[in-house]
Nanobody
Framework: QVQLVESGGGLVQAGDSLRLSCKAS????????VTWYRQAPGKERVFVAV???????LYGDYVQGRLNISRENATNTVYLQMNNLKSKDTAIYYC?????WGQGTQVTVSS
């Protein structure tokens, strides 16, 4: 079993940056992909970014070069660096691996 804990969210101003963390425990996630999703108030959960076990990455169409996903296998952690945040980025951000999900971390961007 894998436990995922997201952190790093908060209240920021438009144009600021945040780095979200997804810390895994229970077993290593280095051999499989880890995905970030987000869910804005009243909307469905949508794909944000994924990083494969070989470091390949894929981003949602709306990212527009503002996000960067990375992994640190030594600490079993996946990061989501978010730059030039916009109010539309306000959401709860979740990480997932295989069938496991974290509890989410809230990101609120004020304009």
């Amino acid at each position: 079993q894998v436990q995922l804990v997201e952190s790093g969210g908060g209240l920021v101003q438009a144009g600021d940056s945040l780095r979200l963390s997804c810390k895994a425990s229970g077993r290593s996630v280095s051999s499989e992909g880890v995905t970030w999703y987000r869910q804005a108030p009243g909307k469905e959960r949508v794909f944000v970014a994924v990083i494969g076990h070989r470091g390949t990455t894929l981003y949602g169409d709306y990212v527009q070069g503002r996000l960067n996903i990375s992994r640190e296998n030594a600490t079993n952690t996946v990061y989501l660096q978010m730059n030039n945040l916009k109010s539309k980025d306000t959401a709860i951000y979740y990480c997932t691996h295989n069938i496991y999900w974290g509890q989410g971390t809230q990101v609120t961007v004020s304009s």
